[in-house]
């Protein structure tokens, strides 16, 4: 199959399976508009009275760049330049790190008043920043100052792979020999829910040119890797994988506790998947193991979508998925990639699943969200 990138064309999945194009454009209007500007109870984007607004993580009530860089793909997507300008002024003035080995790099999480709660990067949210930059730079121009956004992406990801060249100018967020993006900067392990090579593919048109042959040898290196991190019977990731594509096993004292199994991370993996075969469709490894995902729940767990697993599919007992939601989001955006016989039911759940409402609603409806666009044709190469 040749990718979206190469023919323009956008798969609308809703509309091949009967839906009106009333119906899909009514309902990521309605998704948009209850996650930026719903009840108290409903929305967790706040504009603030300094033209700045940010993304509430509502299951932690603070900021993280993850979902500040969700919102401004968001809104690029949906063409809505006041919000992502907002964001992204946000992101700078607080977020970002001007000072120490970090300097270049956003801090993690924020409170809501803008006080840094850390002062170390997530590799997640500066990815998707530059992106977000990039496709705002195409879609709108670029401005002036942090609304230079080309420039702002070509000077994040300069410092993603440059830092450490020198001493004492902290580290970059892809190992420099292996090219896989890390968990974070001062580790020598990944996240398998980290990997966009559809974006890495981008970068390797739009960065620096002097690096974009390493974001071309990243996108590659990150479709290999996800066949090691992907179990070969489930299709499941686990949150953290080691460069071999082994879960990493972690001490309970760290990162807030497990990540060798199949929980809320890892979930971003088929949708990841999904929207990688949608844009370049150059890996068809990707639809088999989109297939597994989508066998997994639909047969293997009879349509259970709450459960945690081992990636080899063994349920932990006693323990429930914080993000149900995010798993039917995820595994019908799989259905870019999957030909099986489940990606239609897939994609019907989704249909028919609401939005969370509630204090975990963030990351379910982030997700949520990121589904309905390219399930309908939406999330596109700006």
Not at 149 to 167: F, T
Request: hydrophobic residues 30%.
């Amino acid at each position: 199959m040749k990718g979206s990138f190469y023919t323009g064309k956008y798969r609308n999945v809703f509309a091949e399976l009967g839906y009106s194009q009333e119906e899909i454009e009514h309902k990521i209007q309605d998704a948009f508009q209850t996650i930026f500007y719903g009840s108290e109870e409903e929305r967790f984007y706040h504009p603030t009275e300094d033209g700045m607004g940010y993304m509430e993580d509502t299951g932690n009530h603070d900021v993280r760049t993850e979902g500040m860089s969700y919102g401004m793909m968001m809104c690029v997507q949906m063409n809505r330049k006041e919000e992502f300008d907002r964001i992204w002024k946000w992101s700078k003035t607080h977020m970002y790190m001007t000072e120490g080995e970090n300097a270049g790099y956003f801090a993690w999480s924020c409170q809501t008043n803008g006080e840094k709660n850390a002062w170390g990067p997530a590799p997640d949210g500066e990815e998707y920043y530059a992106m977000a930059l990039f496709f705002a730079s195409h879609r709108w121009g670029d401005g002036e100052g942090i609304f230079n956004y080309s420039q702002e992406a070509r000077n994040l990801l300069h410092d993603c792979v440059h830092k450490g060249e020198n001493p004492g100018t902290g580290q970059p967020m892809w190992d420099p020999q292996n090219k896989l993006i890390r968990f974070i900067t001062n580790c020598d392990f990944s996240d398998p829910s980290y990997h966009l090579p559809h974006f890495y593919d981008l970068f390797g048109l739009w960065a620096n040119e002097e690096d974009r042959a390493f974001w071309k040898e990243a996108a590659q290196a990150s479709r290999e890797y996800l066949h090691r991190a992907c179990h070969p019977v489930t299709g499941l990731s686990a949150e953290y994988a080691n460069y071999d594509g082994s879960p990493r096993i972690t001490p309970p004292e760290q990162f807030g506790g497990r990540h060798d199994w199949f929980y809320s991370d890892a979930y971003r993996t088929a949708a990841n998947i999904g929207m990688d075969y949608s844009w370049f469709g150059v890996d068809e490894w990707q639809c088999e193991n989109a297939d597994k995902i989508q066998r997994f729940f639909c047969e293997t767990e009879g349509g259970r979508t709450d459960g945690v697993y081992l990636i080899d599919g063994t349920p932990v007992e006693n323990i429930k998925a914080l993000h149900p939601v995010a798993i039917v989001a995820t595994n019908a955006e799989a259905s870019l990639a999957a030909r099986g016989p489940y990606a239609e039911e897939c994609v019907r759940k989704f249909w028919n699943t609401p939005l969370r409402t509630g204090d975990r609603r963030y990351y379910d409806n982030c997700l949520y969200f990121f589904a309905l666009l390219a399930l309908s044709g939406n999330y596109r190469v700006w």
